[in-house]
């Protein structure tokens, strides 16, 4: 089960700190992403790490501004949003995968969470 928070309304150029609990897996070989989807769009890939967080991807829309983190104890994964921007408004979701790295699409991940809602506005 993976259950995303953190979620809510943020004005421009604001910060938020989405996190991903994990439960009922080993996650020694997964990679845990997290994707999201405005309105009218496709889901779109956000970023990736291993679960043993030696690596880390990042879409380029969201490079330098969010980072991905993971907790091994707490089994949580977090997404640091900063500089946030009206584009960024969308519900995030994370999953897990097992494709070969960096796995960047939708398909490559078998189990999502609910996702949570972010708007950027003022």
């Known amino acids: 089960q993976l259950v995303e928070s953190g979620g809510g309304l943020v004005q421009p150029g604001g910060s938020l700190r989405l996190s991903c609990a994990v439960s009922?897996?080993?996650?020694?070989?997964?990679?845990i992403g997290w994707f999201r989807q405005a309105p009218g769009k496709d889901r779109e890939f956000v970023a990736v790490?291993?679960?043993?967080?030696?690596?880390?991807y990042y879409a380029e829309s969201v490079k330098d501004r969010f980072t991905i983190s993971r907790d091994g104890v707490k089994n949580t994964v977090y997404l640091q949003m900063n500089s946030l921007k009206p584009d960024d408004t969308a519900v995030y979701y994370c999953?897990?995968?097992?494709?070969?790295?960096?796995?960047?699409?939708?398909?490559?991940?078998?189990?999502w969470g609910r996702g949570t809602q972010v708007t950027v506005s003022s």
């Open positions: 999953a897990l995968s097992t494709g070969l790295w960096p796995p960047r699409l939708s398909r490559e991940y078998s189990t």
């Open positions: 009922g897996y080993t996650l020694d070989y997964y990679g």
């Open positions: 790490i291993t679960w043993s967080g030696s690596k880390t």
